[in-house]
Structure formats: structure tokens, C-alpha cells
């Protein structure tokens, strides 16, 4: 899970194919590939899923498990980071995930809203948003 802040803001997204019922908001995230470091997961996925580079690792803000059935029988061990982007952007952009080239794209919209309303993420992604301002 990346939380990428710049002032009193989250960097979201959304899915423009699904309805916001199916798939809500959302933060920057995904699996960890073999080899790779959590950290370089986190950096990884930002990037392709914003479009955008110019991130680093600020710090790692926790771990936690999250049970979702009944999407899927499963439970996934999530680690948050807290990225900085070094680069402004617009409010609103339209970004694409390319999967590796292995499935169609999966079309997105970037934005950014209040920290005080990250508690609209789906899946517990805010689970360690208070985190940040420890």
C-alpha cells in the first residue's frame, strides 16, 4: 500500500471501467514480485499504476493482514509505505495500468483528495493512514 502525500492530500484512484460500488477508491498497491523488496513493490506498483516516476521511499508505516472473502478466499499481508513524488501533477489525470503486456490495460484516473476523507478507500486501505502523522 502506498500513501503518497504532498501537502494535506492522498494520491487515489479509480477504476473507469467499474462502477465505484465494485471497486472504490483506492491507493496505489499490489504483489510483490520474486526477488523484490516491499519497498521496491511499493515504488513499483506507484509507478505503474500513476504514470508517474519521480517517487521515493519515505518510510514503512506497518503491516497488517486483510481477509477478502468473499471477493476472493483469501488473505492478504499488506505492507503501507508513505512515498513521496517529486514532481507536481494536476489535480485530475488519466493513467493507465499495463499489466506486463499480458492482459488489456486497465484504465485509471488519478486524483487527489483530503487526508481527513482517506477513511473512503476500499478493502481497509486507510487502515494506517493515522500513521502518518505520528
Not at 2 to 19: A, D, N, Q
Not at 52 to 71: A, H, I, S, Y
Not at 90 to 107: I, M, N, V, Y
Not at 112 to 119: D, S
Amino acid at each position: 500500500m502506498c500513501y503518497i502525500v504532498r501537502g494535506e492530500k492522498l494520491l487515489v484512484f479509480r477504476h473507469t471501467e467499474f462502477s465505484w460500488e465494485e471497486v472504490g477508491i483506492q491507493v496505489p498497491a499490489g504483489s510483490i514480485q520474486a526477488g523484490e523488496s516491499p519497498a521496491d513493490a511499493a515504488l513499483r506498483e506507484a509507478c505503474e499504476e500513476t504514470g508517474l516516476t519521480e517517487f521515493t521511499v519515505v518510510r514503512e508505516l506497518g503491516r497488517d493482514q486483510f481477509d477478502v472473502r468473499p471477493n476472493r478466499f483469501e488473505t492478504h499481508r499488506r505492507h503501507f509505505f508513505q512515498l513521496a513524488l517529486h514532481r507536481t501533477t494536476p489535480e485530475r489525470w488519466a493513467s493507465q495500468e499495463d499489466h506486463d503486456g499480458l492482459a488489456p490495460p486497465t484504465k485509471l484516473e488519478c486524483f487527489w483528495i483530503p487526508l481527513t476523507a482517506a477513511h473512503v478507500l476500499q478493502s481497509g486501505q486507510s487502515a494506517m493512514i493515522g500513521r502518518l502523522f505520528d
